[in-house]
């Protein structure tokens, strides 16, 4: 029970970080009103919108919306932060998830024959844009470049030293 403890109080801490993002003081009402920490609220709260969003779009709509909006967010804040390295990843990100967002529609037919297909969509965007795989860059450099690398001019593929 010391580990629930433990991660009840990060938690606690991480959703106090964001006041306005998670309700804070709504979520305290409800732990002094009901005795429950304000913890098993959110989990409740955030379960049942998962489903809610699962049951109105299904699995593809739950996929797309995880491999887009955190994605969009991190990328809004790496336009305005002064590191190039961000920049980078996160063009990098969007590149392969164009690139296999057109895969996906030109294979939907061989799509739909995979169990839990969306769930293993699921993972591979995460893998694709957590800060400690980066698999992005993985996909990019060994799968993307090498096979657009020879159609570009050369002036295309020098990078700006402005």
Known sequence: MDKVDQYVGKV??????YPSLFMYDQLSNLETKFGYSKVYFFFLTLFTLSTILFLLGGAKLVSDLV???????ASFKAVDSADPNDDTQWLTYWVVF?????????????????????????????????????????????????????????????????
């Open 12 to 17: 606690d801490a991480f959703i106090a970080k």
């Open 67 to 73: 491999g887009f909006v955190y994605p969009a967010y």
């Open 98 to 162: 164009a690139v296999f967002s057109i895969v996906e529609s030109a294979a939907s037919i061989l799509v739909s024959w995979i169990p839990f297909y969306f769930f293993l969509k699921l993972a591979f965007l995460i893998w694709l844009y957590h800060p400690t795989t980066l698999g992005a860059v993985v996909v990019y450099t060994s799968v993307i470049r090498p096979y657009v690398l020879p159609y570009m001019g050369k002036e295309d593929t020098e990078k700006k030293t402005d």
